[in-house]
Every structure is written in C-alpha cells, then in structure tokens.
C-alpha cells in the first residue's frame, strides 16, 4: 500500500471546503470568482456549480464537472435542478441545496443510495454558498464523490 504524505488531505469535500474557508474573508461568503481562481486540481471533474435566482425559481447548472456529468447521464449546464435524473449522485448531491441557501453555510453529507441499475453506492458531497458581497446568496459550488457499495 502506498505510504501517504503527512498533512495531505485525501476526502475530495474536505479539500473543497478547506478552499472555501481559504478565501472567506473575516466570516464573509465567497464569491465564485474567488474560489474558482484557487488551484482545485482534481476536483474539477467532481465539481458542479449552481446558479440561484432572486424570484425563488429552480436554479441552473452554470457548470459542471465531467466525471459527476457522465454519472448523471448528460452535462446538464444550463439546465434547472429539475433536470437531474433520480437515482444519480448528483441527485443525492443536490438535494440539501434549500438548507445551504437558507442558513447561508457549508453542509457536507455522506450516506449511501441505490442507483437505477440497483447497485447500492456509497458517497460524499459538499454543498457551499457564493456571494458577491450583496448578502444574495447567488450560487452554491459542489462537488461529490462515491463508489459501489462491495458485497
């Protein structure tokens, strides 16, 4: 097994949450632009982005990683949250989204959930709030992770 580096975080929402406070500025939310000028490495492909409205309606997927893209089945940028298929991590990722927004705080949440195909999958997500600087939170960056449940 390969030794690991001391002080290296290795859970993916972990790592995203240490950026976001990184640029939170004395309790203040960050804006997208300023995490999204951090150096996020390999979250990218886990990473999907909200954009909120001020009338309440659905938010829109402003961006979306690749790898949490495939597992949802299509890209979905641009497209509301009502787009997301059931079963999907993305599914399980989102769904705290109301509770980010209202209480104006990163959430993470772990469970498991079974998946179209039957398969029980484990994961990890992390839903944080953007502001740019008005107290509207106006968009929410996530990211989630997960692998097959092993018999």
């Known amino acids: 097994m390969p030794e690991q580096k001391t002080g290296i975080?290795?859970?993916?929402?972990q790592r995203l949450l240490t950026h976001w406070r990184s640029?939170?500025?004395?309790?203040s939310i960050p804006s997208l632009?300023?995490?999204?000028?951090?150096d996020l490495g390999d979250i990218v492909?886990?990473?999907?982005?909200?954009?909120?409205k001020q009338d309440g309606s659905d938010p829109v997927?402003?961006?979306i990683g690749r790898i949490i893209a495939g597992?949802?089945?299509?890209?979905?940028?641009?497209?509301?949250?009502?787009?997301?298929?059931?079963?999907?991590?993305l599914s399980q990722a989102i769904r705290y989204r109301d509770k980010v927004q209202a209480k104006t705080v990163p959430i993470t949440l772990g469970g498991e959930f079974?998946?179209?195909?039957?398969?029980?999958?484990?994961?990890?997500?992390?839903?944080?709030?953007l502001s740019e600087g008005d107290g509207f939170?106006?968009?929410?960056?996530?990211?989630?992770?997960?692998?097959?449940?092993?018999?």
């Open 61 to 63: 997927f402003e961006r």
């Open 33 to 38: 632009k300023s995490i999204l000028e951090l």
């Open 45 to 52: 492909p886990n990473l999907y982005v909200l954009k909120m």
């Open 9 to 13: 975080e290795r859970r993916m929402v």
């Open 71 to 89: 597992e949802a089945g299509s890209s979905l940028a641009g497209q509301p949250v009502s787009a997301v298929t059931e079963k999907t991590l």
């Open 137 to 151: 939170i106006n968009a929410l960056i996530g990211a989630a992770n997960c692998k097959k449940k092993e018999d």
């Open 23 to 27: 640029v939170q500025d004395e309790g």
């Open 114 to 129: 079974t998946d179209a195909n039957g398969d029980v999958i484990l994961y990890r997500s992390v839903i944080l709030p």
